[in-house]
C-alpha cells in the first residue's frame, strides 16, 4: 500500500496513472493545477492555475491528456501532447457546454481518440471524437428528440452584476416584456446547474414562459472559490444573490413580480424558503421540493 499524496485541509484531487507516471488534478486553498511524478516525491506542474480556472475532470489517452476546465462560468476542453507539453483548447461555436468522458468509450488508453459527450441547455447530447493528434472533432452520435427544433430557441447569459449571473432560455416567437418567468436555483455544496437539454423546459418555453436559471453563490459556477462565499457564515450571500437575480429581471422588463414564479429542490428549496421570508412581495409563486428548511428534525430523522 503507497500514499500517493499527503491528504491536506482543503486540498482535493484525483489520479491517474499513465506509463511510469501519476497525473494529480490538484486543489487546494481555491488553487487550481494538474501535476504529474514518476517517484511520488518530486512533483511537476503540466497545466498551472491561470486567470482563476479550475479544473474538473481529466482523461489520459494515447500520450495525451485532455481536461475540462471552467473558466468565467463556461467549461472548456484543452488537449495536452504529454510528451511534447504543448497544449490546445478545443473551440465550440456556443460557450455554454457541459463535458464529460464516458468510461465504456475510453477503455482502450493507447488510442489517442478521446470520446467525448457534449451537452447543453438546448441542444440534445452529441457526441463526439477528439482525435488528440490533429486536435480535430468528428460528430459520432446526435440525440434526435422528436419534434424539437433547437432553432427556434434562444439561450442567453446575464450580467447582473461584475460577477452574478442569469442563465435565461425563451422561445424566439414567444419572446415578449414581462413575461411569465420560472427562475430556479440550488446554490449549496458547490454544485453547478450545468448546461444540460432538459425537455420539461422546452414545455414550458412553447407556452410562452421565460426560463432562468440563478447561478448563486454557494453553488460552483465559478469553480470553490465561489462556493465558500456561499456556505456557513457566508450562506447568507445565496439568499441575497437570488433576490438580485430576481430584482434584475423585474426591473429590465424580463417579467414582473405577478408573473414570477421561483424554484428549488432539496438545498435550493431552503434558498426559495429564505428568499420568500426576506422579500416575498416579489414573487407570486414558490414551488419547493424536498425543502431542507427544518434542519433539525431532518438531521434527526435517519
Known amino acids: 500500500c503507497t500514499l500517493l499524496y499527503k491528504k491536506e485541509k482543503d486540498l482535493y484531487y484525483n ?20 501535476i504529474y511524478t514518476n517517484d511520488l516525491e518530486h512533483f511537476h506542474t503540466l497545466l498551472p492555475n491561470k486567470n482563476e480556472i479550475e479544473y474538473s475532470d481529466f482523461i489520459i489517452k494515447g500520450n495525451f491528456l485532455c481536461a475540462v476546465f471552467k ?9 495536452v501532447n504529454l510528451s511534447t507539453k504543448k497544449t490546445n483548447i478545443i473551440h465550440f461555436k456556443q460557450k455554454q457546454y457541459s463535458f464529460d468522458f464516458p468510461e465504456l468509450s475510453n477503455l482502450n488508453l493507447n488510442d489517442s481518440n478521446v470520446i467525448i459527450n457534449v451537452s447543453s441547455h438546448l441542444q440534445s447530447k452529441k457526441v463526439i471524437n477528439l482525435d488528440c493528434i490533429s486536435n480535430t472533432t468528428k460528430l459520432l452520435k446526435n440525440e434526435k428528440i422528436p419534434n424539437y427544433n433547437e432553432s427556434l430557441y434562444e439561450s442567453k447569459m446575464l450580467h447582473v452584476n461584475k460577477k452574478l449571473r442569469i442563465t435565461i432560455m425563451y422561445k424566439k416567437s414567444k419572446l415578449v416584456k414581462n413575461m ?15 448546461p444540460e437539454f432538459d425537455h420539461k423546459i422546452i414545455s414550458l418555453l412553447n407556452r410562452g414562459f421565460l426560463y432562468c436559471i440563478a447561478h448563486v453563490r454557494g453553488g460552483g459556477f465559478y469553480g470553490n472559490k465561489w462556493y465558500m462565499e456561499g ?13 438580485l437575480c430576481a430584482k434584475y429581471l423585474i426591473k429590465n422588463n424580463y417579467t414582473e413580480p405577478n408573473k414570477l414564479a421561483i ?6 428549496g431552503l434558498t426559495i424558503g429564505a428568499s420568500l421570508n426576506i422579500e416575498p412581495e416579489l414573487f407570486e409563486l414558490a414551488i419547493l421540493g424536498v425543502p431542507f428548511v427544518d434542519v433539525l428534525n431532518t438531521m434527526k430523522d435517519k
Open 263 to 268: 424554484w428549488g429542490r432539496s438545498a435550493g
Open 231 to 243: 456556505k456557513l457564515l457566508k450562506k447568507k450571500n445565496t439568499f441575497n444573490d437570488f433576490i
Open 15 to 34: 489520479v491517474l496513472c499513465y506509463q511510469d507516471y501519476w497525473y494529480f488534478m490538484v486543489l487546494k486553498k481555491n488553487i487550481s493545477k494538474i
Open 71 to 79: 473558466k468565467n462560468g463556461q467549461n472548456n476542453l484543452i488537449n
Open 180 to 194: 411569465k418567468c420560472v427562475l430556479y436555483a440550488y446554490g449549496a455544496y458547490g454544485v453547478e446547474i450545468e
